[in-house]
Nanobody
Framework: QVQLVESGGGLVQAGGSLRLSCAASGSASRFNVMGWYRQAPGKQRELVAEITRGGTTKYADSVEGRFTISRDNFRNTVALQMTSLKPEDTAVYYC???????????WGQGTQVTVSS
C-alpha cells in the first residue's frame, strides 16, 4: 500500500506560478512512476504529467512548456512546478503513483488550485 501526501496549491492570478509537492511512503515498487492528475468541475480527471524513477517525463499537451515535473528518489517525493498559469488550469490536483507508465493505482487526497483572471 502507498500513502501519498500532497502540499501546495492555493489561489494565484493568471500568469503566476505555484508549486505542488507530494511525499510517498510504502512499497517502493508501487511508485516507480509518479504523476499529477487534475479534475475541474464538471470535467473528467486528466493526466497532467508523469515521471518515472529514471526521470522519463510525459506531459499533457495543455501544460507542455509551462509545467515541470520532477522527483527526488531518495526522499520519495514528486513536485509539479506550474508557471504561466491560466484560469483553465483551475482544478483539484491529485498526486498519483503506480508501478508502470500510464497506470496509477494510488492517489493523494487532492489539493485545490485556483487561477483567477
Amino acid at each position: 500500500q502507498v500513502q501519498l501526501v500532497e502540499s501546495g496549491g492555493g489561489l494565484v492570478q493568471a500568469g503566476g506560478s505555484l508549486r505542488l509537492s507530494c511525499a510517498a511512503s510504502g512499497s517502493a515498487s508501487r511508485f516507480n512512476v509518479m504523476g499529477w492528475y487534475r479534475q475541474a468541475p464538471g470535467k473528467q480527471r486528466e493526466l497532467v504529467a508523469e515521471i518515472t524513477r529514471g526521470g522519463t517525463t510525459k506531459y499533457a499537451d495543455s501544460v507542455e512548456g509551462r509545467f515541470t515535473i520532477s522527483r527526488d528518489n531518495f526522499r520519495n517525493t514528486v513536485a509539479l512546478q506550474m508557471t504561466s498559469l491560466k484560469p483553465e488550469d483551475t482544478a483539484v490536483y491529485y498526486c498519483a503513483a503506480g508501478p508502470v507508465l500510464d497506470y496509477f493505482d494510488s492517489w493523494g487526497q487532492g489539493t485545490q488550485v485556483t487561477v483567477s483572471s
